[in-house]
């Protein structure tokens, strides 16, 4: 592995280790939906500071896909920055799963999972555009400032108290995956692929080739 990468991935993989097990953890606990947003939203912009000079702080695939499609990160970087993010979902989750004897380790899932996975699809699309929107006008084009880790912060959670109780907002395919492996049910996986992955491609495209750097 090139040396320069390698301080970028293990960044990435420790900070979706950290979401998805701060995030599971909060689900598991069957507390109300505000518990979840919060826990994912703190931790989010807390990861953003921590390690934004380390790594971009992706932790998040379909974060890494939106970037890519907007030439923000090359495809070499992509491919680990995906292996570390998935590798660190699923440990996390198999972490929890140990210390709490359980499988229920907060699957993101929600009331319209089981009978309208599709529609929880489109849900996971809409709120992934949101995401990576922030991402790109506070981050990459630099509008938040040293604000940026709390904006993106504070979209995830306001994400997860619009959709937590209908999908499990989850906005994340690495959130998803781990989880899902671990209670044995991946029946909703792909479609979630599906809507997470092209929230975050469109929003790539929408703020590259339409909005771009819009210069104040």
Excluded at 33 to 44: E, R
Excluded at 116 to 123: D, L
Excluded at 149 to 163: K, P, R
Excluded at 166 to 195: E, H, I, K, M, Q
Aim: net charge neutral.
């Amino acid at each position: 592995m090139n040396e320069s990468l390698a301080k970028p991935f293990l960044a990435e993989f420790i900070g979706t280790f950290t979401l998805v097990f701060v995030g599971g953890a909060a689900v598991a606990s069957g507390q109300p939906v505000v518990v979840p947003a919060l826990a994912h939203g703190l931790i989010l912009a807390a990861l953003i500071y921590a390690y934004g000079h380390i790594c971009e702080t992706h932790i998040n695939p379909a974060v890494t896909a939106g970037l890519l499609v907007g030439r923000q990160i090359t495809l070499q970087r992509a491919v680990g920055y995906w292996v570390a993010q998935f590798l660190g979902g699923i440990v996390a989750a198999l972490v929890l799963s140990g210390i709490l004897a359980s499988n229920n380790v907060g699957p993101t899932v929600g009331s319209l999972t089981s009978g309208a996975v599709w529609s929880a699809a489109a849900f996971e699309f809409i709120l992934t555009f949101f995401l990576v929107s922030t991402v790109y006008q506070v981050a990459v084009y630099g509008k938040g400032g040293n604000m940026a880790g709390f904006a993106i912060g504070v979209t995830l959670a306001a994400s997860i108290l619009a959709g937590g109780t209908f999908t499990g907002a989850s906005l994340n395919p690495a959130r998803t995956l781990g989880p899902a492996l671990v209670s044995g049910d991946l029946s909703y996986v792909l479609p979630y692929f599906v809507g997470i992955f092209g929230g975050g491609i469109a929003a790539g495209l929408l703020h590259t080739y339409v909005f771009g750097a819009i210069k104040e």
